[in-house]
């Protein structure tokens, strides 16, 4: 294992240079080749904090994104049931077979009871697909889903914190 390198002025210059400029702490850890908890400790030291609103905008945009997509994915799935039931609703049906060896082609009032057993459960499929993403968006236990993921975070971040107390490149 190396032996840890002392943090230097040099380094603690440049955290307060890229700092100023708006960089994160894990874009100035890549750019002076440090690790982030480093990077935290001398901003700790040079009493500066990292503005974590442009993530929190960034989180929101893509919840706000991803709803949206699921609306659609909604949408699609719904117009899609409503046409295998609507294949079924035909009053003629287009039938192939081959018979012989020979492509037989012919009309027919009802499907094979395979076949309508099949478009019933493609349209189920279809629905309760629908139904699961809408469940995403309905708010049911998304406080309580909320708090617990914020619980959890909140202890990874100590874990984190704790693991890397002492990774070896901190003066």
Known sequence: MAA??????????EVRRLHGEGLGR???ARRINRSPRTVSLIAEDLR??????????ATQARVIDSKARRAILVQRYLDQAEKILDRLDRTEHNMTEVSLGKVVRYKAADLPTQDVRNLIQASSAASSQAAKLEA??????VDEAKSMLGQLA?????AYNAMNEGD???S
């Open 154 to 158: 909140a202890g990874l971040t100590a």
């Open 168 to 170: 070896g490149d901190a």
């Open 26 to 28: 894990n874009e100035i």
């Open 136 to 141: 995403l968006d309905t708010g049911n236990g």
């Open 48 to 57: 500066l904090t990292f503005d974590r609103t442009m993530t929190a905008v």
């Open 4 to 13: 840890p390198r002392p943090v230097t002025d040099e380094d603690r210059d």
